[in-house]
């Protein structure tokens, strides 16, 4: 008499599980993405279109994925916390940008005179990297995933010639994350701008110079027409930006969906490195025939040398203040140690026959 009782139960269990299965498959979620950036930026906001468009496609419109561009959310440098508070399920921005509220997040964009963007997504996603960056995240109940690079990003837009040391004294620069760290040894005071908001603040004298990105987005700001000086890059060799995800939304979605987000935004984290590379390209070039009264510059060797010491008194004291910290960057610099020989022998050779 168990028997048939038992069978007709596991049944029934089974066919409830089928039946769940199947609303699973019917169900559309719908999410919510806040970005840093303002409504239709390129490149950055290219990305986040894209990774949206492929989700819904690969879904076959299960997960839909609207985008809240800073324009409408008002909070730029706010995604960290809205997305842990689950007012929004995703996010798009920089994890530097969250230093003060962990310093460990800091360095998972980039650093100065780190690893390069290839060398840095081989860490990432073969040497650890992406289990050290869940380690910093989800004690907030965040997940975050590359989100696009920009490849190595200039300098920065100066108003006046930088030839020594004394000309960084006092400079009020908007300059970002570990490099602000660095340039503050220096005498010179970093402070973080929204995108939207810089171009003002640099007409206007509250800030005397600024670093954003490179040729790919430089050009379209206007910065050139406030400071003529442009100068090549140190400070970030790989920026890479974050998909942020509210760990319990992420794992309310069927696996299948979970792997599909996960892939979308992977390839198009990739797809933007190739898009800056193409932007940069073509704006570099734009500056030589466009914009003669730009005037590229590098940073004289006294300062570069200054530069060096400082990154590294930094790198010293960051390990002594917390054994996480002190794992990530014994991480990068192992990871850099084994990669930058192969960059060396392929890609830095390779330029300097052909030239």
């Not at 496609?57 to 960290?80: Q, V, Y």
Request: hydrophobic residues 40%; charged residues 20%; proline residues 5%.
């Amino acid at each position: 008499m168990l028997k048939p009782l038992f069978t007709t139960l596991l049944i029934s269990a089974l066919s409830l599980l089928s039946t769940s299965a199947m609303a699973d498959e019917q169900k559309t979620y719908r999410w919510r993405l806040a970005e840093t950036w303002p409504k239709d930026f390129p490149v950055f906001g290219d990305t986040v279109k894209s990774m949206a468009q492929r989700v819904k496609e690969m879904s076959n419109g299960r997960l839909i994925i609207t985008i809240d561009s800073k324009n409408k959310h008002k909070a730029p440098l706010g995604i960290f916390d809205m997305v842990r508070a689950g007012q929004y399920q995703m996010g798009h921005s920089a994890s530097y940008y969250w230093k003060g509220k962990d310093l460990n997040t800091m360095f998972f964009t980039t650093r100065p005179f780190g690893m390069t963007a290839t060398e840095q997504y081989a860490w990432f996603y073969y040497g650890g990297g992406m289990e050290l960056m869940q380690q910093v995240y989800q004690p907030y109940g965040l997940l975050s995933f590359p989100g696009g690079n920009t490849g190595n990003q200039m300098g920065g837009w100066f108003r006046k010639e930088i030839k020594s040391i004394d000309d960084l004294k006092g400079l009020k620069m908007r300059i970002p994350g570990f490099a602000g760290e660095v340039i503050s040894k220096l005498g010179a005071s970093p402070v973080n701008i929204p995108a939207g908001e810089l171009y003002t603040a640099l007409e206007r004298n509250t800030i005397d110079a600024l670093e954003w990105v490179g040729p790919s987005l430089d050009l379209r700001m206007g910065f050139q027409k406030v400071a003529p000086f442009y100068y090549t890059g140190w400070h970030e060799p790989a920026t890479e930006l974050q998909f942020l995800i509210n760990e319990k939304a992420f794992n309310s979605l069927p696996e299948d969906l979970q792997q599909i987000l996960m892939v979308a935004m992977r390839a198009s984290a990739y797809d933007m490195y190739a898009q800056s590379m193409h932007e940069n390209a073509l704006n570099l070039e734009k500056i030589a025939t466009e914009y003669s009264d730009i005037q590229i510059r590098t940073f004289p060797a006294s300062i570069m040398l200054e530069l060096q010491r400082a990154n590294d008194q930094l790198i010293e004291q960051f390990k002594q203040q917390d054994p996480l910290t002190r794992k990530i960057i014994e991480s990068q610099e192992r990871y850099q140690g084994i990669a930058r020989p192969w960059t060396q022998i392929s890609d830095q050779v390779y330029l300097e026959i052909g030239q």
